[in-house]
């Protein structure tokens, strides 16, 4: 069964960091794409950035590029979502996910349960 585990969210200042982790579980890590999505109140869910299996391809929205960057670390099996300058817009509930095969592009079958992300003004 796959298992994703978002953690890192939480309350921060405009203008500040913070970095997200998703924990995954062996078995649906290795060999497959990963992802970060959010959702705001009212607003339609996101896709925010995302890393083949490889890590030679990335995707981040242009919403938050040059701002958000996503990686990850095989030997841990984890997902990383760093965000820089975050703005009153980048908050939302952030939700890791995967995708079978290499490839970032395409529907994501795995997904975590959300982490909460708060940006003061």
């Known amino acids: 069964q796959a298992r994703l585990v978002e953690s890192g969210g939480g309350l921060v200042q405009t203008g500040g960091s913070l970095r997200l982790s998703c924990a995954v579980s062996?078995?649906?890590?290795?060999?497959?794409?990963m992802g970060w999505f959010r959702r705001a109140p009212g607003k339609e869910q996101e896709f925010v950035a995302a890393?083949?299996?490889?890590?030679?391809?990335?995707f981040h929205a242009d919403s938050v590029k040059g701002r958000f960057t996503i990686s990850k670390d095989n030997a841990r099996s984890t997902v990383y979502l760093q965000r820089n300058s975050l703005k009153p817009e980048d908050a939302a509930v952030y939700y890791c996910?995967?995708?079978?095969?290499?490839?970032?592009?395409?529907?994501?079958?795995?997904w975590g349960q959300g982490t909460q992300v708060t940006v003061s003004s």
């Open positions: 890393i083949s299996w490889s890590g030679d391809s990335k």
């Open positions: 062996r078995r649906t890590f290795n060999g497959n794409a």
């Open positions: 996910a995967a995708r079978d095969g290499e490839s970032w592009r395409g529907l994501y079958g795995h």
